[in-house]
């Protein structure tokens, strides 16, 4: 009897293949981790050489953000069209392409223009990274699997941030973007030579053939499959794409959600720095603190794929909101009140406080993922995920340029600042309450 892959796949455990395929996923993820993250590392250095000062080195830091957002819509619409595989290798050979292009400006709107293309990479590889990941898994990992994937780039920042400073003073920042340039054609060589289209999305573009071809990758033998149910139609309704009548609340949802959640990441690790040196931290202290943000982030993504496939999203995303809403409070309580020379224990809170955040946030942000992976449809899953991140984009852009006004507003209060993000936290719970395509609890799935 024909049955769809994904039935095909929640019959049976994990095969090498899918494996193989998982772990060439988060090598992509990790590869675009180290371009996107590299010029931050070596930035006094760049610096320097050109001459500039922090101000004027701004277009090319946030070069590669506009690119991100640019190129996750662009390069998820591109995959639903030519398929996630090929998609993934040309935004993988872009980025790493990009990276050592930049090796060779001397100037700084030069390397802003290497730097927007870095971003189309790794804003290209990443929604269809996750989509063709998740299309190789029984609905049971799903979750798990696309929230762990989203750490592949935290991860690929702190491979760059290991590397780079022996790179550099081997052969200076050029080499430093040289050298890991050429390192990340490997990942082209990897997808080209593991990564298979799923038989989910060859059936939806009509290659019955190839789809069975691939499938026999993990069910051991050809087999007829049946395609992915639709969302309801009009009759005589062609491809369902993105902005189809059927996804308007999903979009909406999605928009709000993660555009939020990205707001408050963005305006903790972007200016954390700048309030708690204000309140008396010193600069080791307050780098610190969104240091192990950064390593909280990754425990929270894992763990908030363990949730979601067990509880289901619409609960959990309910608790995200509103523990990331008492997190907010708590930790704007405490830096206004400090005193002008905070003591041990009220520096340890702060810091705590802001570790605590970058898991929630993270966490937030990683079941979004999951959410977009299950609830777009297979004729539009790459593209969707591009919206949404295009969406987080929006957060993180509104983040980084006006949270320094709303820190200037407040003169020594904190009170504008952490006003914004407590309303964005609250936000955040539109992932509950309009998604209208939710995860399903594990006994339910």
Known sequence: MARTFVDALNALPMRPFQWATLAVCMCVLI???????LLGVVAPLVMEAFGVERGEFGIAMSAAIIGFGVGAWGGGWLGDRIGRRWTIAIAALGYALAAMGSATTTGVWELAIWRLFTGLGVGGVYPNVLSLASEWLAERWRP???????????????????LAPGLSAASGWEGTFAVLGLGLLAVCVLVALILRDSPSFLLERGKAEAARRNAA?????????????????????GHIGVLHPSNTRFNIGVGIAFSSAALVAF????????????????FAEASRAVSIAGITS???SVL????VRRYGSRLIMSLFSATLCLVILALGWQVQALPAEPDAAQRLVVTCLVGLAGAVFSACMAAMYVIMALGYPQSCRSAGIGFGIFMSRVGAFLATAFGGTLLQWGGTSVVPFFAVLLVASAMVSAAAFVVD?????????
């Open 31 to 37: 590869g675009a981790g180290v371009a996107l993250q």
């Open 144 to 162: 798990v699997a696309v929230s762990t994937l989203t750490v592949g780039v935290p991860i690929g920042g702190t491979v760059a941030g290991w």
């Open 217 to 237: 990758r993990v069910l051991g033998a050809p087999e007829e499959l049946l395609p992915e149910a639709k969302p309801a139609q009009a009759e005589g309704e």
């Open 267 to 282: 305006g903790i690790l972007s200016w954390t720095t700048t309030f708690l040196t204000t309140a008396g931290f010193d």
């Open 298 to 300: 990754i425990a929270g």
């Open 304 to 307: 908030a794929g363990v949730l």
């Open 437 to 445: 395509r939710q995860v399903p609890p594990a006994s339910r799935s």
